[in-house]
């Protein structure tokens, strides 16, 4: 059995370096991890190729104990300067007289892992908001309607010339803010119900798009489709995903005050690690739609918090349309992510799964 081979199509990144850690073996999957091509690792010393990351320590002192070293989380950065969290494991390999020869690392990219906990604890969140809705609605919306009829009663007595009037239209408007609000709780804490059915997204986007055509016009704003034509129809509630992604266009329109190009884009899945699996049926081939903007972008201090109900970076909004649009999206089997570049943009993909035939 030919072992490099082996390990050239091993999932997770392997890399080897001899006593002087120049590297002698560098996979498939090390070359997508880290952004360097093998042709251009082998026979370089690793400190050149990863100078701030933690393996070099890691491999420098397996060479150096003839031991082991693990360690369950520390990063390694891409040319590009994104930090991609890994876990590492180093070994020594042996002479035939028992001297170390060289070192091996095997490098396990878990930022998806990392993702799905952080799904997971947003998951807790929004039950908890959603449990919170129904306990607080019916007592919150009683009195809320006994303040409504008074003010309006108050209105009609003193007439439309007193001078109370702006400050019982006031009233009335912040009422209707917080039945609003009460609402907007109460979309998280319902069950999703889907009619699922196959859909063409080509279809679903462009009836988003006519929508918000106009509102990117005044704006200054280009809708740029960058459609796959072979993309296989995918299995979703109409209505739902509407919903969604006439978020997202309202939310990147919202970032790109001063004009730019808002494009959408679809193509079929390549990335395993959303691929979802059925029982029973294996893994489910994904499409991925992206709604990207050169807008203002995301700091990166707040960019684990969008997905929390109420957390907002605009002035006006609630925080609740992109938690909703991640639980729509996990309703559907599929998964959400967002990448974002201070100043230069922010790009949304959801994997959503295809239709089976």
Known sequence: MNFESVLAGFPDAVI?????????????????LTGRSARRSVDRT?????????LVRHLSETVRTAESRSESETTIETPDGRAVPVSVLTAPLFNRD???EAAVAVVRDISRLRQLEAEVHRGETLAAAGRMALGLAHEIRNPLGAIRGAVQL?????????????????????????NRI??????????VTLRLAPLNLHQLLERVALVTEETARAQSVSIVRRYDPSLPPIRGDED?????FHNLVRNALDAMKRGGHLTLTTRVSLNPLFAKVDAGAGQRMMVEAQ??????????????RIFDPFFTTREKGLGLGLALCHRIVEEHKGAIQIDSVEGRGTMVTCFLPVASR
């Open 98 to 100: 028992g001297t170390v």
């Open 46 to 54: 690793l400190k050149d190729l990863l100078p701030d990351a933690s």
């Open 240 to 244: 739902r995903l509407v919903q969604v």
């Open 16 to 32: 080897a370096v001899d006593v002087g850690l120049r590297v002698i073996f560098w996979n498939a999957a090390a070359e997508a």
């Open 154 to 178: 108050l209105a009609r007595e003193l007439g439309p010339e007193g001078r109370f009037t702006d400050h019982f239209s006031v009233l009335l408007t912040e009422v209707d803010r917080v």
């Open 182 to 191: 009460i609402e907007a709780l109460l979309d998280l804490a319902r069950p």
């Open 291 to 304: 709604v990207i903007d050169d807008g203002t972008g995301i700091p990166a201090g707040v960019r684990d």
